[in-house]
């Protein structure tokens, strides 16, 4: 079984602060990965794709891969009360399909 | 860019109705077109596949006689909940696959979702 998986949290950060976030899988051919932000009751908005090991940034989102360790993470810089969400973790391995992990819920403190 | 747009948002039916669910690319194509179901606290669970021009591919334990999946053009995507029963209220979603995007498993933009209660 394939497997996609994350702390669920609530992880509670400052406002301000850094969040990360982490996702690991299990099936090493991946070659894929995304993190998506849903509010509650709402549709997941994708935030970064990644495709290469090493990190890419996007305004205040870093998005970090090491496919030999099988981690991919998301890094928030300057949190914001407006980042409080469950964010998404998603790996394809190759094909068009995503699995998901179960999300990490984070809440940033005013 | 990359807009999925679905209709209805919200919808009430009676157990044993049939409901359509439209799920549609506004600002590119999708050949591929993947339907989700949500429930409340829950991740997101992949039913179907949709294909243009063929027959969608189910996973494992979704009903596929349930859940009919109609994928007529480039960029709309029909999915019609059967004879519904309240054990299929859910949120559903749509999302496309945007063929032009990077990487072998491209970028998945979601429609807003459908909020389904069965009565």
């Known amino acids: 079984q394939k497997e996609v998986e994350q702390n669920s949290g609530p992880l509670s950060v400052p406002e301000g602060a850094i969040a990360s976030l982490n996702c690991t899988y299990s099936?090493?051919?991946?070659?894929?990965f995304f993190w998506y932000r849903q509010y509650s009751g709402k549709s997941p908005e994708l935030i970064m794709s990644?495709?290469?090991?090493g990190d890419k940034e996007d305004g205040r989102f870093t998005a970090q891969l090491n496919k030999a360790s099988q981690y991919v993470s998301l890094l928030i810089r300057d949190s914001q009360p407006s980042d409080s969400a469950t964010y998404l973790c998603?790996?394809?391995?190759?094909?068009?399909?995503?699995?998901f992990g179960t999300g990490t819920r984070l809440k940033v403190l005013a | 860019g990359a807009v999925v747009s679905q209709h209805p948002s919200r919808v009430i039916c009676k157990s044993g109705t049939s409901v359509k669910i439209e799920c549609r690319s506004l600002?590119?194509?999708?050949?591929?077109m993947f339907w989700y179901r949500q429930f409340p606290k829950q991740s997101l669970m992949l039913m179907a596949t949709?294909?243009?021009?063929?027959?969608?591919?189910?996973e494992q334990g979704v009903e596929k006689d349930k859940f009919l999946i109609n994928h007529a053009s480039l960029t709309l995507s029909t999915l019609t909940v059967t004879s519904a029963h309240p054990e299929d209220s859910s949120f559903y979603i749509c999302?496309?696959?945007?063929?032009?995007?990077?990487?072998?498993?491209?970028?998945?933009?979601f429609g807003p979702g459908t909020r389904l209660t069965v009565t």
């Open positions: 999302s496309a696959r945007d063929r032009t995007s990077g990487g072998a498993g491209g970028e998945q933009y």
């Open positions: 099936d090493r051919g991946s070659q894929s």
């Open positions: 990644i495709y290469s090991n």
């Open positions: 998603a790996v394809s391995p190759g094909t068009y399909k995503y699995i």
């Open positions: 600002d590119f194509q999708a050949t591929t």
């Open positions: 949709s294909n243009e021009g063929s027959k969608a591919t189910y």
